[in-house]
């Protein structure tokens, strides 16, 4: 039980910088929180867009409808595994808000 407890504190502790007098200056690091909320975004999308698209399946491939459907999952994987890092170094050459105000369009 301490184990575990000890493993939460270090996950879910807020960090709070340091100045150089030591006092505190607030949280402006990144969380597990923001991570959290973030995955759970993108599951929850997932998720709106996986239904249409396996009636769509059930009607275009009524025999292989389950199949299909891992097909679709495991190219969005893999193509979301591929471009990740060209995605990165192109948010990193013009900025991270403006590439991702971009993204939104698309």
């Known amino acids: 039980m301490v184990r575990g407890a000890r493993i939460f504190d270090v996950l879910f502790s807020r960090k709070l910088r340091r100045s150089h007098d ?3 200056m607030g949280c402006c690091e ?3 929180h923001h991570a959290v909320i973030v995955i759970f975004l993108e599951y929850f999308a997932w998720g709106l867009l996986t239904v249409p698209v396996i009636n769509v399946l059930a009607d275009t491939f009524p025999t292989n409808k389950f199949l299909m459907n891992g097909v679709i999952l495991g190219i969005k994987g893999l193509l979301s595994f591929l471009s990740a890092p060209l995605l990165g170094a192109v948010s990193d ?3 991270r808000k403006s590439f991702l105000l971009l993204t939104v369009f698309f």
């Open 22 to 24: 030591g006092s505190t």
């Open 30 to 32: 990144a969380s597990v």
């Open 93 to 95: 050459k013009w900025g």
